[in-house]
C-alpha cells in the first residue's frame, strides 16, 4: 500500500510517497520522473507527518538531518548510490566521479549521474550536493535553480563549507555559467 500527500514549501510543492517499509518518495511536483498518484494510492496526510515535519524543518534551517526511515526502489547500484549521497554533510558537496567511486564503481561517473538523477527521495537524499567535474552545477531533476537555491539555503543556515571534492560556494557560483 502506497500513501501519499502533498508539502507546501518555500522551494515549491512537494508530493510525498511511503510505503509500509518507510518513505518512498519526496518530488517536486513536475520534476523530472514526477510520478503521478497511481489509483490505488491512499491520500493520508497522517501516514506522513514525520516526513513533513522533518522537511519543514529542514527548509526553515533547523535541520541538518533527516530520522525518518527511508525506502526508496531501485537497483543495487542506484541504492548504493543514494546510500553515498546520504552521508554526504550539510553543504557538502562532491562530484559525480567520486560518488562513483564511493559506491564502488570508480570511472562510472555518468552511470553514478544517471542514478542520482533517479533519486525518489530528494532532499533527504541529498543529490543536490552532487556536482560536475569542475565544480558547477550539473544535472538536478528538480532543475539547476532550485539545485543552487538549496545548497544557498543549506549555506546560509549552518554556516556550511565543503569538505568534498570542490568547495560549495565554487559549485554555487558555477550555476551561472552552467547550460
Given at each position: 500500500?502506497?500513501?501519499?500527500?502533498?508539502?507546501?514549501?518555500?522551494?515549491?510543492?512537494?508530493?510525498l510517497?511511503?510505503n509500509?517499509e518507510?518513505?518512498?518518495?519526496?518530488?517536486?511536483?513536475?520534476?523530472?520522473?514526477?510520478?503521478?498518484?497511481?489509483p490505488?494510492?491512499?491520500?493520508?496526510?497522517?501516514?506522513?507527518?514525520?516526513?513533513?515535519?522533518?522537511?519543514?524543518?529542514?527548509?526553515?534551517?533547523?535541520?541538518?538531518?533527516?530520522?525518518?526511515?527511508?525506502?526508496?526502489?531501485?537497483?543495487?547500484?542506484?541504492?548504493a548510490?543514494?546510500?553515498?549521497?546520504?552521508?554526504?554533510?550539510?553543504?557538502?558537496?562532491?562530484?559525480?566521479a567520486?560518488?562513483?567511486?564511493?559506491?564502488?564503481?570508480?570511472?562510472?561517473?555518468?552511470?553514478?549521474?544517471?542514478?542520482?538523477?533517479?533519486?525518489?527521495?530528494?532532499?533527504?537524499?541529498?543529490?543536490?550536493?552532487?556536482?560536475g567535474?569542475d565544480?558547477?552545477?550539473?544535472?538536478?531533476?528538480?532543475?539547476?535553480?532550485?539545485?543552487?537555491?538549496?545548497?544557498?539555503?543549506?549555506?546560509a543556515?549552518?554556516?556550511?563549507?565543503?569538505s568534498?571534492?570542490?568547495?560549495?560556494?565554487?559549485?554555487?557560483?558555477?550555476?551561472?555559467?552552467?547550460?
Amino acid at each position: 500500500m502506497h500513501f501519499y500527500d502533498y508539502l507546501e514549501t518555500s522551494h515549491g510543492r512537494m508530493l510525498l510517497v511511503a510505503n509500509d517499509e518507510g518513505l518512498a518518495g519526496v518530488y517536486f511536483v513536475g520534476q523530472k520522473y514526477y510520478p503521478k498518484p497511481a489509483p490505488d494510492w491512499k491520500r493520508d496526510p497522517r501516514a506522513l507527518q514525520r516526513a513533513k515535519r522533518e522537511l519543514t524543518e529542514y527548509f526553515a534551517g533547523k535541520r541538518k538531518r533527516f530520522g525518518i526511515p527511508l525506502a526508496p526502489e531501485g537497483t543495487p547500484f542506484q541504492r548504493a548510490v543514494w546510500r553515498e549521497i546520504g552521508r554526504l554533510a550539510c553543504g557538502e558537496t562532491i562530484t559525480y566521479a567520486e560518488l562513483a567511486r564511493r559506491a564502488g564503481r570508480p570511472g562510472a561517473a555518468r552511470a553514478a549521474g544517471a542514478a542520482t538523477g533517479r533519486n525518489p527521495v530528494s532532499v533527504i537524499v541529498p543529490c543536490h550536493r552532487i556536482v560536475g567535474s569542475d565544480g558547477s552545477l550539473t544535472g538536478y531533476a528538480g532543475g539547476l535553480p532550485r539545485k543552487k537555491a538549496l545548497l544557498a539555503l543549506e549555506c546560509a543556515a549552518h554556516g556550511a563549507t565543503s569538505s568534498g571534492s570542490r568547495p560549495q560556494r565554487r559549485a554555487a557560483a558555477g550555476a551561472a555559467s552552467t547550460r
